[in-house]
């Protein structure tokens, strides 16, 4: 069965007036367990990750004109938040399964795309 990666881009605009408790981030976490949970029973869940909080690397360039610098930053309107992998039959399959992602409900955007097996590639 083919997989697909389902890429959450995170916004990172929190809307004025609105107060991060503890609780309301103990209830978003558990949505997300929630959603795994289903996925994983359902059969379709591979893998999942989140990506760590703070900067990571950007690489630019090739050779002695290669650049690395940090980031993405808070600054950042949108940054990568974390990956799902699953399996599903085709991407009407695999968008139906995202589209219940718990990151849209927090005003992210989630992308589906299929991953090619390279497994066997010997090159």
Known sequence: MPQFMLISQDSMEIPEGFEITPEIIQGIIQKYNDW??????????????????GPGKNIVGVGASQVVT???YAETKEIIGGYWIITAAN??????????????????????REVEDLSSYSG
């Open 36 to 53: 795994a949970e289903g996925l994983q029973k359902s059969g379709h869940l591979v893998s999942l990750n989140k990506l760590r909080e």
């Open 70 to 72: 940090d980031g993405p």
């Open 91 to 112: 991407y009407d399959e695999a968008v139906k399964l995202a589209s219940t992602c718990p990151s849209l409900e927090f005003g992210s955007r989630v992308e589906v």
